[in-house]
């Protein structure tokens, strides 16, 4: 039986693009391994948001050609954010040893070669947008309980920072009914939960829009994928201060399987910062994005993202970010260094002028204080009985998610995985909570 081997690195994004590749190798009769050295197809998706993700997949790439040395007929390919929309010449130069330069989401190159390769065909009826998650569930010891539906690839908009719009090309949405079947395929390989992702996730259907005036908008695919049968939840990431609309949020009040979980970037609390950043808001827009979400949806968590040392930024505008997420207390901060990206106006215009001793001094700064607001915010649960969907074991421990996104353990000698367990809360920390399972929950119809 001929095998693949998956590596993936970066967003959620690329681990559901993975799975379409996933899908298509199957469809060519290949099966998953979990070493590299049994394979007969290796593909490894990359990303490079940051320099240090570049490296690592660079270095990765290259740690392959040994192997390709021992075994010629090894076919390697490689895909994701490395090679962009248009794969340049320059990479094959770099990589001689790799077969295959696949675009993010498009697993079509590869499943090209290897037909006129090895004579193989993927049999009619197979869909182009099929996941499998066989890989995953070799890494996860079961189906994953959670998956990931890319519903808008691309990124039109034009963050000074961003290298995404050059990788991954401008913003195209999904037709609705593709992704629904999506959604109902991988509820039937067993996925509870699906999470619909976009850069700018809230302006699904814009595009389709400019042809068909009725095309659906992210509230609207929001429905369509709630009378999903044998789905118990929904999420989406990530939305954007500019878009995230009262019609979305009022989907999220009202549709029991949609979870009370918003992740919108701030990336800046200094309007000057998030200026030079283009990021198209203020800071004063932030928080009354902020004040609507809490005032339609009381019970969602908030998380957000911040970038620390963007070129140019003073220890004053740092501390106008620091104050902004002090008043705010949202639930989680993603937080990065600044890290120039090849190509983008930011690496190109502005020097990368804070020092990256001062990039970890703010950074460790931020962290400090969203563990410290993390802490009490989670102290607040302490007694209190948790719905959480269950996904696997991890260090002996059951552990999932609630609604709203909290992470927490129980001990249990029951298989939990795939139900939902009610949880009564006997500690909490700043990133987790554990707790005591008090029974079983019936998921919603
Ligand atoms: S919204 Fe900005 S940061 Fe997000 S993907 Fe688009 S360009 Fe990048």
Redesign the pocket.
């Known amino acids: 039986m001929k095998k693949y081997y998956m590596w993936v690195i970066g967003c959620q994004m690329n681990l559901a693009d993975a799975n379409k590749v996933a899908a298509r190798l199957e469809a060519l009769g290949y099966v998953p391994t979990d070493s590299e050295r049994d394979a007969d197809v290796i593909v490894l998706n990359t990303c490079v948001v940051r320099q240090s993700a570049e490296d690592k997949a660079a270095g990765r790439i290259s740690s392959l050609k040994s192997l390709k040395k021992q075994n010629p007929d090894l076919v390697i390919a490689v895909m994701g954010c490395l090679v962009g929309n248009k794969p340049s010449p320059k990479l094959r130069e770099r990589f001689p040893h790799v077969d295959v330069f696949m675009p993010p989401a498009n697993p079509e190159p590869l499943v090209e070669f290897l037909e006129s390769r090895f004579h193989e065909r993927v049999p009619e009826g197979v869909s182009p947008w099929e996941q499998s998650l066989k890989f995953q569930s070799l890494e996860e010891g079961g189906v994953p309980v959670s998956a990931y539906v890319p519903i808008v690839y691309g ?1 039109s ?3 000074t920072y ?1 290298i ?2 050059y990788r991954r090309g401008p913003e195209r949405s999904r037709p609705a009914d593709e992704i629904v079947r999506e959604v109902e395929d991988l509820v039937a390989q067993g996925v509870r939960e699906v999470t619909l992702l976009g ?2 996730v809230d302006r699904y259907g814009v595009d389709l829009r400019r042809e068909d005036p009725s095309a659906p908008d992210l509230a609207d695919l929001l429905r369509m994928v709630h009378d999903v049968k044998g789905l118990w939840r929904i999420r989406f990431l990530t939305s ?1 201060p500019s878009y995230l609309d009262d019609r979305i949020l009022e989907v999220v009040a009202g549709l029991p399987k949609v979870c009370e979980h918003i992740e919108v970037p701030v990336q800046s609390g200094d309007d000057v910062v998030l200026q030079n950043m283009k990021r198209g808001y203020t800071v004063d827009d932030y928080r009354r994005i902020v004040e609507k979400i809490r005032m339609m949806v009381p019970e969602a968590s908030i998380v957000t993202d911040i970038i620390v040392g963007f070129p140019g930024e003073t220890e004053e505008q740092f501390r106008h970010t620091y104050e902004l997420m002090e008043e705010l207390r949202l639930d989680v901060m993603h937080l990065a260094r600044y890290s120039p990206r090849p190509g983008t106006v930011a690496a190109r215009r502005m020097p990368d002028d804070v020092p990256e001793e001062e990039k970890w001094r703010r950074f460790r700064l931020l962290e400090d204080l969203q563990a410290r607001i993390s802490a009490e915010k989670n102290a607040g649960y302490l007694g209190k009985e948790l719905v959480i969907l269950v996904e696997r074991k991890q260090k002996g421990r059951w552990m999932g998610r609630t609604r709203n996104y909290k992470l927490v353990f129980f001990s249990d000698d029951g298989n939990w995985r795939g139900k939902l367990a009610r949880v009564k809360i006997t500690w909490t920390g700043p990133w987790s909570m554990i707790g005591k399972v008090v029974g079983e929950v019936s998921p919603p119809a």
């Open positions: 990124c908009h034009a963050c961003c995404i719009p850069q700018i954007h």
